[in-house]
């Protein structure tokens, strides 16, 4: 089980070539798809917290402040909109 299967096979110019199979078994498999799964998630958590403690761009700064008077350009806002739509009982 797990051994290579050699067979010689003749080409057009005649000459011996051989031709290796390999075959793999269920625990063999299983192993190496738990092996790269566990890869996969160590380089996951690498970049994750290397994305995450990187200082440039992490934040955000709001610019800019409102007019004094809480007017946007006479724009209504949207509390006074939704009290105007909403039902009367």
Known sequence: MGEPETEEIETE??????????????GKL?????G???LCAVFFT?????????????KTEVVG??????NLAGKPSASSKASENAPQP
């Not at 299983?30 to 738990?34: D, K, R, S, T, Y």
């Not at 690498?46 to 992490?58: D, E, T």
């Open 36 to 38: 790269l799964a566990v």
């Open 13 to 26: 110019t005649g000459e011996a070539v051989q031709d290796t199979e390999i075959t793999l078994g269920t």
């Open 30 to 34: 299983l192993i190496a798809f738990f």
């Open 65 to 70: 402040t409102t007019p004094a008077g809480g």
């Open 46 to 58: 690498l970049g994750f917290m290397l994305g995450r403690s990187g200082g440039s761009g992490g």
